[in-house]
């Protein structure tokens, strides 16, 4: 009977080994699959895969039934292992010379790492690595017996599980019955420019997935044309200087001021001037045909910019500052600009953004300083300013003139030094162009220390 017992002990040992392993499989195999490979897997109509679905969808209370089978199992093991193995070893301690109660303490510290050294190896370590590896084939594995053992429990899952979200909400976090499988887009980003480097993705495509995932992150205020390059007209023109100024600018739509851009009556198209006849386009007022213009504030995220844009019949949305001053205006050419990079059409002018050339970059000044780094590989310390222009106006402290060169703080520190991301080198700027007390051209340029050097004794 005691040989008997012994024997069934170790079958049980084993049996509760292998589910522990059970519960542990499922734990890790639902926690490491995907949310779309999932759906993808279920729609294939395979039972197993619907019940992968269906325990993936209530991920908390699975994972709260995996870990009261884990906390079950794991204690009647020991509660069956240790005193078996106990029985078994102390004969052997007994032979080798310990006494009576000797042997009695050596077989329970022995049986007992022993038996938690089985049940962690072969009922948590190999059942985890496995399910990490294979999730899904996993998964399709221990659903079912899984979910039947949460359903026959669910009274007490339930039990626990509120409990431990009640302990949650009171430090100020909301539980989540799914996990969250989406990538954030800076993990997406990170992905696109690993694969643009080994080869896997063409570079253009990069460059297009990568403005799409940054898009939302920029403002109203980023995406805009600023007031400076508006071409308006005055609301008592007509339908006939509306048609010359699109003929001179190659723009087709003009917001319609009284008196200047921070009272915009609303926007009108070239296309509108076709409407009306010949005879009556120096007669008919621009306020008269002109359409009201949505107004957006500058931190208004891409996004919802994108949103109001194509809302208006006209594409465009007026952006104002925190004053309510006329910031600039946001066209769907803007938006899409943002995303595909410069779009030309035989209207626009031939003078790019950014030209290289044979010393350096030459950039416009209304050039954003994310653009800059992205273009010409300086990257500009945080500071008041949004764009070259901006940053050179600041490291003078002055209205510049054509030929003034300023030296630009380091990467990262904000510090004008001799020490940059070029081995000891740095960067200099030189006013080309001046459009009135706007900065309109920089010449963007990488020196060496030497250069640095010279620069710093002659400008004291």
């Known amino acids: 009977m005691s040989v008997l017992l012994t024997v069934l002990s170790l079958l049980g040992f084993v049996a509760l080994t292998a589910g522990t392993a059970l519960f542990v499989a499922a734990e890790f195999s639902l926690t490491a699959l995907e949310?779309?490979?999932?759906?993808?897997?279920?729609?294939?109509?395979?039972?197993?895969?619907?019940?992968?679905?269906?325990?993936?969808?209530?991920?908390?209370?699975?994972?709260?039934?995996?870990?009261?089978?884990?906390?079950?199992?794991?204690?009647?093991?020991?509660?069956?292992a240790e005193p078996v193995l106990a029985r078994l070893i102390e004969p052997l301690c007994t032979a080798l010379g310990a006494s009576a109660g000797a042997a009695q303490g050596i077989s329970l510290v022995v049986s007992l790492v022993l038996a938690t050294s089985l049940s962690m190896v072969y009922g948590e370590l190999v059942p985890k690595n496995i399910a990490i590896t294979a999730p899904l084939a996993t998964a399709r594995l221990t659903a079912i017996p899984m979910i039947t053992f949460s359903t026959f429990f669910a009274w007490l899952i339930k039990l626990l599980n509120g409990t431990a979200n009640w302990v949650v909400r009171q430090l100020g976090i909301e539980p989540a019955e799914e996990l969250r499988s989406a990538r954030s887009?800076?993990?997406?980003?990170?992905?696109?420019?690993?694969?643009?480097?080994?080869?896997?993705?063409?570079?253009?495509t990069a460059q297009v997935v990568g403005r799409s995932l940054e898009f939302g992150e920029r403002s109203a205020e980023e995406l805009m044309t600023?007031?400076?390059?508006?071409?308006?007209?005055?609301?008592?023109?007509?339908?006939?200087?509306?048609?010359?100024?699109?003929?001179?600018?190659?723009?087709?739509?003009?917001?319609?001021?009284?008196?200047?851009?921070?009272?915009?009556?609303?926007?009108?198209?070239?296309?509108?001037?076709?409407?009306?006849?010949?005879?009556?386009?120096?007669?008919?007022?621009?306020?008269?045909?002109?359409h009201p213009v949505?107004?957006?504030?500058?931190?208004?995220?891409?996004?919802?910019?994108?949103?109001?844009?194509?809302?208006?019949?006209?594409?465009?949305?007026?952006?104002?500052?925190?004053?309510?001053?006329?910031?600039?205006?946001?066209?769907?050419?803007?938006?899409?600009?943002?995303?595909l990079g410069d779009v030309r059409d035989e209207h626009d002018e031939e003078e790019l953004d950014v030209r290289r050339t044979s010393s350096g970059w030459n950039c416009s000044g209304l050039l954003r300083i994310d653009e800059v780094a992205r273009t010409t590989g300086y990257d500009a310390p945080e500071g008041e300013y949004e764009t070259l222009g901006g940053l050179v106006l600041t490291r003078l402290g002055r209205i510049p003139e054509t030929g003034d060169e300023v030296l630009l703080p380091d990467p990262g520190t904000g510090q004008q030094n001799s020490t940059g991301s070029h081995g000891g080198s740095g960067w200099l700027a030189r006013v080309e162009r001046m459009d009135g007390r706007r900065i309109d051209r920089v010449l963007l340029q990488p020196v060496d220390a030497d250069t640095v050097a010279e620069w710093e004794l002659s400008h004291g």
């Open 35 to 80: 949310r779309s490979t999932v759906e993808a897997h279920a729609r294939d109509g395979d039972r197993r895969a619907r019940q992968v679905r269906h325990a993936h969808r209530s991920l908390s209370f699975q994972l709260s039934g995996a870990q009261l089978g884990i906390t079950l199992t794991t204690l009647v093991t020991g509660y069956i």
């Open 226 to 290: 600023p007031r400076v390059k508006i071409e308006s007209l005055d609301q008592d023109g007509t339908i006939a200087d509306l048609l010359a100024a699109a003929s001179r600018t190659g723009f087709s739509r003009f917001p319609v001021i009284d008196g200047d851009l921070d009272n915009t009556l609303g926007v009108v198209h070239v296309k509108q001037a076709f409407l009306h006849p010949v005879r009556d386009r120096r007669h008919i007022v621009l306020r008269a045909i002109a």
């Open 294 to 339: 949505p107004i957006v504030p500058a931190s208004l995220d891409g996004d919802a910019v994108l949103e109001r844009v194509r809302a208006d019949g006209m594409q465009v949305a007026l952006v104002v500052d925190e004053y309510g001053g006329t910031a600039g205006l946001v066209t769907m050419e803007d938006i899409i600009e943002e995303i």
């Open 185 to 204: 887009p800076e993990e997406l980003g990170s992905l696109v420019r690993t694969s643009a480097l080994r080869g896997a993705l063409d570079l253009r």
